[in-house]
């Protein structure tokens, strides 16, 4: 791999690990409230959290969003990763593969995660723009159940070697979905889906859609962190673009009933935020930067019992709220707030 592209990969795994430590602020996620009614509960013994979407049957209603892979490094975070998805069940997606496709050498950092986790629900991934057969090559080297297929405008704005036109998207997403053996699962990589895009992502034949929202893992900023003087004085700074973008719940509720069947994702901090993106009406959850911090802290061994917590307080939240599955969710009473309640109202959504 040429050794930008892999100081690229490991950039983005250092910078995201590094906004963690960053003090949180409100988001989206704290503006939506359920309202509690005492008597509602049922017995946690007979909440099932198994999902299904289309044919899959995913036994967490959660999943690890596609970050990395390629690098050494990276490497390593894959085979941790794909060992805790094995030991837990969890649906989990790589990140891009397109630096496999293009040097064969980096693709054994993508076949460690089947060599973990052979018979896991994998998700390959890869960037709008490539060819057809770049897609298919993807979901082969993963022997992947599902391909999720990145938007990132915003991300390749912001990136000095980053892409400026995007002309060619639509046509790009519609070929690749049709050429693609599994699935396609179209995603943002945090900055979010709109309604007009999920119709459109519709008509070009998407089934699913990842609407992966702002206010997690902020790609403007691990991009402008990457930026020398050289390319900021070059007009590469960004950072005027800050707080650009949608969050997962307002992408939720702004999504079109005629839509492809979403997924949600972008600043899921614990399972109260999963639960909550479930009663918005997403099939299931997707997690990116919450669980890249114990990976890289203990690895599989961190993360395993994390997911297991996970999985005991979602079915605890879903007891409480007197949902037996989280389809149930959607009949549970919810408030909308603050900044959330005025995206809804600016858009019109009651
Ligand atoms: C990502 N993400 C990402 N998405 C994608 O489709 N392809 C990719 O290669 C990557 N790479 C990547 C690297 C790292 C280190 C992180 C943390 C994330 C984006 C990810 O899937 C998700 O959409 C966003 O990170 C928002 O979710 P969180 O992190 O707020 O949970």
Known sequence: MDAERAARKDDHVRLAREQRDEPRGRTDFDDLEFVHHALAGVDAERVELSVRLGEWHWPTPFYANGMTGGTE???????ELAIAARETGMPMACGSVSVALDDAEAAGGFAVIREENPDGF???????????????RAVELLRADALQLHLNAVQETAMPEGSRDFSGWER????IIAASPVPVIVKEVGFGLSRRTLRRL???????????????????????ARHDSASRSAGGDFAMLSGFGQSALACLLDAPADGPRLLASGGVRNPFDVVKALAAGAGA?????????????????????????WIAQTTAILALLGAETPAALG?????VRGRLAEYCRLRGID
């Open 331 to 335: 009949s549970t009473d919810l408030l």
């Open 122 to 136: 994998v998700m390959a991934n890869i960037g709008v723009g490539r060819d057809a057969d770049d897609a298919v």
């Open 285 to 309: 959850v997707g997690v990116a930067g919450s669980f890249l911090q114990p990976l890289l802290a203990g690895g599989a061994e961190a993360l395993v019992p994390l997911i297991e917590r």
């Open 172 to 175: 790009s997403v519609e070929r």
């Open 73 to 79: 490094w990276t490497t390593r975070i894959n085979r």
């Open 202 to 224: 519709a008509e070009l034949g998407a089934q699913f859609a990842d609407v992966s929202g702002a206010g997690g893992t902020d790609f403007l900023r691990i991009e402008n």
